[in-house]
């Protein structure tokens, strides 16, 4: 997921840093509000960055997207610290990512988009509409993970294909899309069990984690 300098134009890399832009000063003012109010969510912040590093971090190259793919930590992030700050939390997870060779700073606002962004808003969404309809944590949970993962990689084949094939977009999002399957499929899986898991972990140990902090539907 993470693309590399020198692939999209400048052009697409404007807008992409425009768009992140606007969702990181969002995350940091819901940083300043939460810490104000709970001493502990800065802890708790500071582990889930950690986390998504980790977990990102950990690529495997896909030659025909000019691309890799990776699982992305940030539906987990989402649900626990919510999703605005983790925005926050990929965005520096991804500039430290890009000083290991594994992303770029020119494209730092696509992948923030892509990651950050489509991949947080979605597993986050994901898991309040699977707790209203009374799904159990570990399924709402493990779907947000699915989601929110297999959205960020349809994202990123959307971003490639409108900066490299602007004649021929949707043919391209599909082809970039079909690139991403064999690597990614597996790897939204290994997301849906380990998110899973780690949710459920915490919804039965420390519920008041997850509703006070994360925002999201408690178990």
Request: net charge neutral; aromatic share 10%.
């Amino acid at each position: 997921m993470h693309i590399s300098d020198g692939i999209l134009s400048t052009q697409w890399c404007i807008v992409w840093y425009a768009v992140a832009l606007v969702f990181i000063a969002l995350g940091i003012r819901e940083i300043k509000r939460r810490t104000e109010e709970t001493p502990s969510y800065m802890p708790l912040l500071a582990l889930m960055g950690a986390a998504i590093f980790v977990i990102a971090v950990w690529h495997i190259p896909v030659p025909v997207t000019g691309s890799c793919s990776h699982p992305i930590g940030t539906p987990m992030s989402a649900i626990i610290v919510g999703p605005f700050a983790t925005v926050v939390l990929s965005a520096i997870a991804l500039i430290f990512h890009a000083f290991l060779a594994h992303g770029g700073i020119t494209t730092l606002g696509a992948n923030t988009v892509s990651m950050g962004i489509v991949g947080t808003f979605a597993g986050y969404g994901t898991y309040v509409l699977l707790r209203r309809v009374n799904l159990s944590v570990w399924i709402a949970a493990g779907m947000a993970g699915f989601i929110g993962d297999i959205l960020c990689y349809l994202t990123t084949a959307m971003e490639l294909a409108l900066s490299i094939n602007p004649g021929s977009v949707l043919y391209h999002w599909g082809l970039y899309s079909l690139g991403f399957v064999p690597t990614q499929l597996p790897l939204a899986v290994a997301e849906f069990i380990f998110t899973a898991a780690i949710v459920k972990y915490i919804a039965d140990t420390r519920p008041d984690i997850i509703a006070k902090l994360g925002g999201a539907i408690d178990g």
